[in-house]
């Protein structure tokens, strides 16, 4: 009786190992811009609408270089995204070494405001 005690703490103390190790990282922010060729946006974290609307691909890229990512996208989710839009975006955790980074979106997720 004891050692099935045991053993079924330990299995479940396993299982909660296990699912909280496998939770994929999420990215929220805004779609500052689209591409086509490849199939990516970049999100940033942090942008205002005036800078979103009005802004130059300089001043964009700036703060995308410290609050932003690129997602590899299908052409679908291109085409049903839309500059200005918050997204939570769930990736795989390995990125492209670059500024911003680069990574593939397994899931996304536009958010009301």
């Known amino acids: 009786m004891r050692n099935s005690r045991v053993l079924m703490m330990m299995?479940?103390?396993?299982?909660?190992?296990?699912?909280?190790?496998?939770?994929?990282?999420v990215f929220e922010g805004y779609v500052a811009q689209k591409f086509s060729e490849p199939n990516m946006i970049l999100v940033i974290s942090n942008i205002s609408d005036e800078v979103l609307e009005n802004g130059t691909q300089e001043e964009i890229m700036e703060i995308a270089y410290e609050q932003g990512m690129f997602f590899y996208v299908s052409k679908r989710q291109l085409k049903n995204l839309e500059i200005g839009q918050k997204v939570a975006i769930t990736y795989n955790g390995k990125a492209q070494e670059?500024?911003?980074p680069k990574t593939g979106a397994e899931r996304i997720e536009v958010l009301e405001e």
């Open 98 to 100: 670059s500024l911003p």
């Open 11 to 25: 299995l479940i103390l396993c299982c909660m190992v296990m699912s909280s190790c496998s939770k994929k990282p």
